[in-house]
Antibody
Framework: EVQLVESGGGLVQPGRSLRLSCAAS????????MHWVRQTPGKGLEWVSG????????GYADSVKGRFTISRDNAKNSLYLQMNSLRAEDTALYYC???????????????WGQGTLVTVSS | QSALTQPASVSGSPGQSITISCTGT?????????VSWYQQHPGKAPKLMIY???NRPSGVSNRFSGSKSGNTASLTISGLQAEDEADYYC????????????FGTGTKVSVL
């Protein structure tokens, strides 16, 4: 079964850091680009970042550029998102999503995890 | 970069057809054939229903179809069923410097 399982979310104070993980199974992880997409009740879905299959290409939304870093470990079938200098507006449910090709763009997201909730509050 | 514009809600009776619009600009929907649609039931993750404007992934019912004209993409659900009641989001690749993909505002589909 193709599956993505996120972890690492939680309650964190503004300005602090958090690292999200996404464990993949059921497909050849190192053949596909991977992405992070977040969702808030007020702003809907927002693409956060994407990383190509060999980590050679990556992209970030302006809202997180310079604060978040995406990475992957193909040997461990895992995707990560290091989030620094967190702000209240980063509060969201963070989804890991699989791309349909090896490069980050252009693409669609054909498999999604169940999400991990990040709450930034003092 | 603004979100793509979708109607807040669309409703229909079982068996009817409904269409959800997704309006963007020449920098996203109008400039590329990389428009996708996602279905999201309450408390669940989004599910890919249409990619590259009009292609259905394996396993998605042929009652779902997609199209595009200019800066507006559309998702049509024919033979509406109770299980189709969900939120639907469009997404497009974009060539702006602010992000690679933009999502729509979302549409709540209700089956009367």
């Amino acid at each position: 079964e193709v599956q993505l399982v996120e972890s690492g979310g939680g309650l964190v104070q503004p300005g602090r850091s958090l690292r999200l993980s996404c464990a993949a199974s059921g497909f050849t992880f190192d053949d596909y680009a991977m992405h992070w997409v977040r969702q808030t009740p007020g702003k809907g879905l927002e693409w956060v970042s994407g990383l190509s299959s060999n980590s050679g290409g990556m992209g970030y939304a302006d809202s997180v550029k310079g604060r978040f870093t995406i990475s992957r470990d193909n040997a461990k079938n895992s995707l990560y998102l290091q989030m620094n200098s967190l702000r209240a507006e980063d509060t969201a449910l963070y989804y890991c999503a699989k791309g349909t090709r090896s490069s980050t763009s252009p693409d669609a997201f054909d498999i999604w995890g169940q999400g991990t909730l990040v709450t930034v509050s003092s | 970069q603004s979100a793509l514009t979708q109607p807040a809600s669309v409703s229909g009776s079982p068996g009817q057809s409904i269409t959800i619009s997704c309006t963007g600009t020449s920098s996203d929907v109008g400039g590329y054939t990389y428009v996708s649609w996602y279905q999201q039931h309450p408390g669940k993750a989004p599910k890919l229903m249409i990619y590259e404007v009009s292609n259905r992934p394996s396993g998605v019912s042929n009652r779902f179809s997609g199209s595009k004209s200019g800066n507006t993409a559309s998702l049509t659900i024919s033979g509406l069923q109770a299980e189709d009641e969900a939120d639907y989001y469009c997404s497009s690749y974009t060539n702006t410097n602010t992000l690679d993909y933009v999502f729509g505002t979302g549409t709540k589909v209700s089956v009367l």
